[in-house]
């Protein structure tokens, strides 16, 4: 299962990139407060704290100027599972645009987890 983390304009972006199913998101997490428990693709917010005891193999960092902060939040609350970078995405989306293959290598079995 894949994760997200930010609820913003990138969130849609990268949300649109993989093109992942329903059943292949796991969760999504958001920093902001406000945001927690408002409706994003049929799941509710959560805190970043909740993702350690999420279902998500990856979680996907939906920011490019904070993503270090991020991370941070992720380890810090004992997600151990992969952290992607917007950046990571947009790579494998440019490496291999005419199949979107890489971004789908990119994010793995995550999706069917």
């Known amino acids: 299962m894949v994760g997200f983390y930010g609820t913003g304009d990138i969130f849609a972006i990268a949300d649109a990139l993989l093109g992942l199913p329903d059943d292949a998101l796991g969760g999504v997490f958001d920093g902001n407060p406000a945001r ?3 409706l994003v693709r049929g799941l509710p917010v959560r ?3 909740e993702a350690a005891a999420s279902s998500c193999a990856c979680v996907v960092l939906c ?3 904070a993503e270090a902060a991020m991370r941070r939040a ?12 917007f950046n990571e995405i947009l790579e494998a989306v440019c ?9 789908h290598r990119l994010v793995g079995a995550h999706g069917a987890e």
């Open 36 to 38: 927690h428990g408002t």
């Open 47 to 49: 805190p970043p704290a």
């Open 63 to 65: 920011t490019q100027a």
């Open 74 to 85: 992720l380890t810090d609350a004992g997600f151990r599972g992969r952290i992607i970078g």
């Open 95 to 103: 490496d291999e645009a005419s199949d979107r293959q890489g971004v």
